[in-house]
T-cell receptor, first 117, second 114 residues
Framework: KAGVTQTPRYLIKTRGQQVTLSCSPI?????VSWYQQTPGQGLQFLFE???????NKGNFPGRFSGRQFSNSRSEMNVSTLELGDSALYLC????????????????FGPGTRLLVL | AQSVAQPEDQVNVAEGNPLTVKCTYS??????LFWYVQYPNRGLQFLLK??????LVKGSYGFEAEFNKSQTSFHLKKPSALVSDSALYFC????????????FGTGTRLTVIP
């Protein structure tokens, strides 16, 4: 079956603009998590959505937000872009149940590379 | 609190030799441990995971990892390295009973020398 897809793959924005990234999970998966990857900070968790509800949020400012639709597709939005937001944004899906103790494996998309000028 | 340490930024190994990429972890409960590989300009690919049971876990592409509870380690191994194994490897942990998010190590760049 098809893997996790992310659009767009590449994006260039300028400071102060906003951006929306999209993630379509593997069919049947209900959980979507977002991660930011930068050379300096490595891989950091942004947030997770399950059944249209945000389940957990990482240590990022309020400029970073997201949502999940009834078909499990998810979007993340970054407002008032800063140079430091330049990164590879990865989303991952799993079928895992909401809450703790999940044994599910997360499968990652190819990422969206965002460059802020 | 959860954390993962990959003590080596870079590992070089000759083709055909065994390879080891090290990972140690810290969680408050029982760990779920994962290894992912990242090839240039690509996302993360799942290699293997430890949930419970046998301490030796076998995964994709001939990789395996050994869970050692007393040393809180989960080192990735392969008996014979291939040039195509050259990539960035990430160890990750999730705490049993915790939220569904992964904590990643800083990554180890593996270079297999022909």
């Amino acid at each position: 079956k098809a893997g996790v897809t992310q659009t767009p793959r590449y994006l260039i924005k300028t400071r102060g603009q906003q951006v929306t990234l999209s993630c379509s999970p593997i069919s049947g998966h209900r959980s979507v998590s977002w991660y930011q990857q930068t050379p300096g900070q490595g891989l950091q968790f942004l947030f997770e959505y399950f059944s249209e509800t945000q389940r957990n949020k990482g240590n990022f400012p309020g400029r970073f937000s997201g949502r999940q639709f009834s078909n499990s597709r998810s979007e993340m939005n970054v407002s008032t872009l800063e140079l430091g937001d330049s990164a590879l944004y990865l989303c991952a899906s799993s079928s895992g149940l909401a809450g703790g103790g999940t044994k599910e494996t997360q499968y990652f998309g190819p990422g969206t590379r965002l460059l802020v000028l | 609190a959860q954390s993962v340490a990959q003590p080596e930024d870079q590992v070089n190994v000759a083709e055909g030799n065994p390879l080891t990429v090290k990972c140690t972890y810290s969680v408050s409960g029982n760990p779920y441990l994962f290894w992912y590989v990242q090839y240039p300009n690509r996302g993360l690919q799942f290699l293997l995971k430890y949930i419970t049971g046998d301490n030796l876990v076998k995964g994709s592409y001939g990789f395996e990892a050994e869970f050692n509870k007393s040393q809180t380690s989960f080192h990735l191994k392969k008996p014979s390295a291939l040039v195509s194994d050259s990539a960035l490897y990430f160890c990750a942990v999730r705490d049993w009973g915790g939220a569904n998010n992964l904590f990643f190590g800083t990554g180890t760049r593996l270079t297999v020398i022909p």
